[in-house]
């Protein structure tokens, strides 16, 4: 069962414009991954906060994380066409099996 | 540096045949994993091996073996090939065990159709 809920599924928007992505989980976590993947590829590691953070920063990317509300954001400022892809969060539960469980992903458009 | 190796890219299958996915990977990690993504469903981890030596079963093992032959190569199984196989799969590698942050390293997937 998914233990991540990306919102929204699909997001299409401008070149230029910031591009914001939710994902709602479960259980207490560890730490949460963004992974983007490309159409026919495989994944790629974006960024990872742990769950005594709050927010984090890479690049143009800004996760934040809030534990009250079992939800992370990842935030993509001035997007780029190259940044079309679908975006994924994985989180890891405290205590259990410790196993990496991925969200549904959001796929991003981003027009010239 | 290559990183993740799946082979084959394609396959085609019919109902009953058998077949091994190849998955190696050149960064010394210890852990690897196999996942499925279907339209839909996001990614679901088949099985995974923490250490050379040891397997455990993911979300959903079941029509599926695994071999970890080595620290290098994780092999995925499929004894008899059904329709609800069909799918991508993909193979990924970490330094480190689930929970404690290591990211995943993936490979670009084989597209299995099961006819």
């Known amino acids: 069962s998914q233990q991540g809920e990306e919102d929204p599924q699909a997001l299409s928007i401008q070149e230029g414009e910031n591009a914001t992505m939710n994902c709602s989980y479960k259980t207490s976590i560890n730490n949460l991954q963004w992974y983007r993947q490309n159409s026919g590829r495989g994944l790629v590691h974006l960024i990872l906060i742990r769950s005594n953070e709050r927010e984090k920063h890479s690049g143009r990317l800004r996760v934040t994380l809030d534990t009250s509300k079992k939800s992370s954001s990842l935030l993509i400022t001035a997007s780029r066409a190259a940044d079309t892809a679908s975006y994924f969060c994985?989180?890891?539960?405290?205590?259990?099996?410790?196993?990496?469980?991925f969200g549904k992903g959001t796929k991003l458009t981003v027009n010239p | 540096n290559a990183g993740v190796t799946q082979t084959p890219k394609f396959q085609v299958l019919k109902t009953g045949q058998s077949m091994t996915l190849q998955c190696a990977q050149d960064?010394?990690?210890?852990?690897m994993y196999w996942y499925r993504q279907d339209p839909g469903m996001g990614l679901r981890l088949i099985y995974y091996s923490a250490s050379e030596g040891t397997t455990d079963k993911g979300e959903v093992p079941n029509g599926y073996n695994v071999s970890r032959l080595n620290k290098r190569e994780f092999s995925l199984r499929l004894e008899s090939a059904a329709p609800s196989q069909t799918s991508v799969y993909f193979c990924a590698s970490s330094g480190g065990r689930f929970g404690f942050g290591s990211p995943l390293h993936f490979g670009n997937g084989t597209r299995l159709t099961v006819t």
């Open positions: 960064m010394n990690h210890n852990s």
């Open positions: 994985a989180t890891d539960a405290q205590g259990g099996s410790e196993k990496l469980v």
